[in-house]
């Protein structure tokens, strides 16, 4: 699979489908942390208040973590960077309305695998950094964080 369309050849050994899911899962990292984070409901028992960002993540932060993958030394990552950042990629999908952590987790797991079975350990240890660097700009949550590692450990 070509990383880019228009870009020099970079070929890896992934399906279409493959691809997809290594470019989609940063995002959907960063949704599931969002997502995953209590949001103020109005109930007296509800310990957010109204336009309280702290439960949002830092996006600043984790789009620094996605653009920093601009230079690594792994093709994978900088194919899945220029993607990301390409005006073809539309910014969301339907897809994202039903991204949820154990969702994510499982896309992870799936995510290990491919990197275990198609890729070299450089590129596939070279994404998991990247990508557990992305969640750990947006994720304080290291319940979530923890999750990430296991899903993308592969046994």
């Not at 949704?31 to 109204?50: E, F, I, M, Y």
């Not at 990301?84 to 539309?90: A, F, G, L, V």
């Not at 309305?97 to 070299?120: K, M, P, T, Y």
């Not at 290291?142 to 999750?147: A, R, T, V």
């Given at each position: 699979?070509?990383t880019q369309p228009?870009?020099?050849?970079?070929?890896?050994?992934?399906?279409?489908?493959?691809?997809?899911?290594?470019?989609?899962?940063?995002?959907h990292v960063?949704?599931?942390?969002?997502?995953?984070?209590?949001?103020?409901?109005?109930?007296?028992?509800?310990?957010?208040?109204?336009?309280?960002?702290?439960?949002?993540?830092?996006?600043?932060?984790?789009?620094?973590?996605?653009?920093?993958?601009?230079?690594?030394?792994?093709?994978?990552?900088?194919?899945?960077v220029?993607?990301?950042?390409?005006?073809?990629?539309?910014?969301?999908?339907?897809?994202?309305?039903?991204?949820?952590?154990?969702?994510?987790?499982?896309?992870c797991h799936?995510?290990?695998?491919?990197?275990?079975?198609r890729?070299?350990?450089?590129?596939?240890?070279?994404?998991?950094?990247?990508?557990?660097s992305?969640?750990?700009?947006?994720?304080?949550?290291?319940?979530?964080?923890?999750?990430?590692?296991?899903?993308?450990?592969?046994?």
């Amino acid at each position: 699979m070509q990383t880019q369309p228009g870009a020099q050849s970079t070929e890896l050994p992934l399906s279409r489908a493959e691809w997809e899911l290594l470019v989609r899962l940063p995002r959907h990292v960063m949704l599931a942390v969002a997502k995953g984070r209590p949001q103020h409901t109005g109930s007296p028992h509800d310990l957010s208040t109204p336009g309280d960002t702290s439960a949002l993540p830092d996006t600043a932060a984790a789009d620094a973590a996605v653009d920093a993958g601009r230079q690594a030394t792994s093709q994978l990552v900088r194919g899945v960077v220029a993607v990301i950042r390409s005006e073809e990629t539309p910014a969301g999908s339907y897809t994202d309305r039903a991204v949820d952590q154990a969702g994510v987790l499982s896309e992870c797991h799936i995510a290990a695998q491919i990197l275990h079975d198609r890729l070299s350990l450089a590129d596939a240890t070279a994404y998991q950094d990247w990508l557990l660097s992305v969640a750990g700009c947006c994720a304080p949550d290291e319940e979530f964080h923890d999750g990430l590692k296991r899903a993308l450990t592969f046994t």
